[in-house]
């Protein structure tokens, strides 16, 4: 694609994305209040609920790339070329590097997680600067009997947020 054609295409992916990311962030604190809590207290936290929260739950869990040069690997080759999935959100449930991969710790000590998000930085951006009057919205809870779920196999996240305001 010309440049610009695949800069929209890319920027179409990185708003979905970030969309989901950002649902699955705000479904996961209005499940934890404590931790809800502490990132209203103390805004800060709200880059490492935003690298938590991509790892545990990515929202672009693959990308599939071009090979540029030939490489090697454990059970083989990859030629120049060849088109190679890479799975970006497997890297965060890596027990040797992320203990209890399943549990949601915004405190976790470790490597940074690899950014399963097309473009980490803008998604980073909304997050600093939405959450923080979004959280201070009184009363935001999720709808009574609503629970949150991640779907979706190329992009993952929540389609659905039911919350209610006030209260």
Do not use: K, N, Q
């Not at 996961?28 to 709200?46: F, G, K, S, W, Y």
């Not at 672009?60 to 059970?75: D, H, M, N, S």
């Amino acid at each position: 694609l010309p440049l610009p054609d695949a800069l929209a295409v890319r920027a179409r992916g990185a708003e979905r994305a970030t969309a989901y990311a950002l649902a699955s962030l705000l479904g996961t604190l209005l499940t934890r209040p404590a931790h809800l809590a502490a990132v209203r207290d103390e805004p800060a936290l709200i880059d490492a609920v935003w690298a938590e929260t991509l790892r545990h739950d990515p929202p672009a869990p693959y990308l599939v790339l071009r090979a540029r040069e030939r490489v090697r690997l454990p059970g083989g080759a990859v030629a120049a070329g060849e088109r190679v999935l890479c799975l970006l959100g497997a890297a965060g449930w890596d027990p040797a590097g992320y203990p209890d991969p399943g549990r949601w710790d915004p405190y976790r000590a470790g490597p940074a997680p690899v950014p399963a998000h097309p473009w980490p930085d803008l998604g980073l951006l909304t997050v600093r600067y939405g959450l923080p009057p979004l959280l201070g919205v009184r009363g935001l809870a999720l709808a009574p009997g609503f629970a949150p779920r991640v779907v979706g196999v190329r992009v993952r996240g929540p389609r659905r947020l039911l919350v209610r305001l006030g209260g």
